[in-house]
């Protein structure tokens, strides 16, 4: 079936530093795929998506691109706030009808002043 | 808009005891569904909904019932509580569930079974 793997957490890193989410997946058809982000505290809430390959989704300075070819959706930021830190989920979306997202296990990032 | 809200907020129950966690929205959108939040696991399906009347199961049905008699309300209900169901529980909407849509979450409701 369909799954979602990311890169084990948790992540510590200093303020303005390069950041890299690692995502791939698994899937039988053309999935949709999405960055979702959990703020302490709060809900997930939509980052950024992409709904075919190739695709760019951006947000926030978040970046994220849709390689067909690796069945990879990357996470990047160029220079991390310490208002990034949150926990962020990788996502598909892979059906017809209606959505049924598969989730990653989710990376919880940490960013030093 | 309030969006997606949930109640309550944390709970705690006993084994064996029943409960409704609730879930209401005020967007309008079609598509409601559950998810349980796990340590280590990410979120898995509970139940979905793609319109008043009509609920489906997801990938982690057992032990839970829903049902959806308006757009706005989607109520998930545990039957008998067992430990095993001390989760994070969230619920989310979307216009019409196509999958390429957004879906919008509320706070959660943090269950605690003893």
């Known amino acids: 079936g369909d799954s979602v793997t990311q890169m084990e957490g948790p992540v510590t890193l200093s303020e303005e530093a390069f950041l890299t989410i690692n995502c791939t997946y698994t899937a039988t058809g053309y999935p949709s795929l999405f960055w979702y982000v959990q703020y302490p505290g709060e809900g997930l809430q939509l980052l950024l998506k992409?709904?075919?390959?190739?695709d760019k989704g951006s947000n926030k300075g978040f970046e994220a691109t849709y390689r067909k070819e690796t069945t990879s959706f990357h996470l990047e930021k160029g220079s991390v706030q310490v208002s990034d830190s949150a926990v962020y989920f990788c996502a598909l979306s892979d059906r017809q009808g209606a959505q049924k997202l598969v989730f990653g296990q989710g990376t919880r990032l940490t960013i030093n002043p | 808009n309030a969006g997606v809200t949930q109640t309550p907020k944390f709970q705690v129950l006993k084994t064996g005891q029943s409960m409704t966690l609730q879930c209401a929205q005020d967007m309008n959108h079609e598509y409601m569904s559950w998810y349980r939040q796990d340590p280590g696991m990410g979120l898995r399906l509970i139940h979905y909904s793609v319109g008043a009347g009509i609920t489906d199961q997801g990938e982690v049905p057992n032990g839970y019932n829903v049902s959806r008699s308006t757009t706005e309300d989607f109520p998930l209900r545990l039957l008998s509580a067992a430990p095993s169901q001390t989760s994070v529980y969230f619920c989310?909407?979307?216009?019409?569930?196509?999958?390429?849509?957004?879906?919008?979450f509320g706070p959660g409701t943090r269950l605690l079974v003893l």
């Open positions: 989310a909407s979307s216009y019409s569930g196509g999958r390429r849509e957004t879906q919008y």
């Open positions: 992409a709904t075919k390959a190739d």
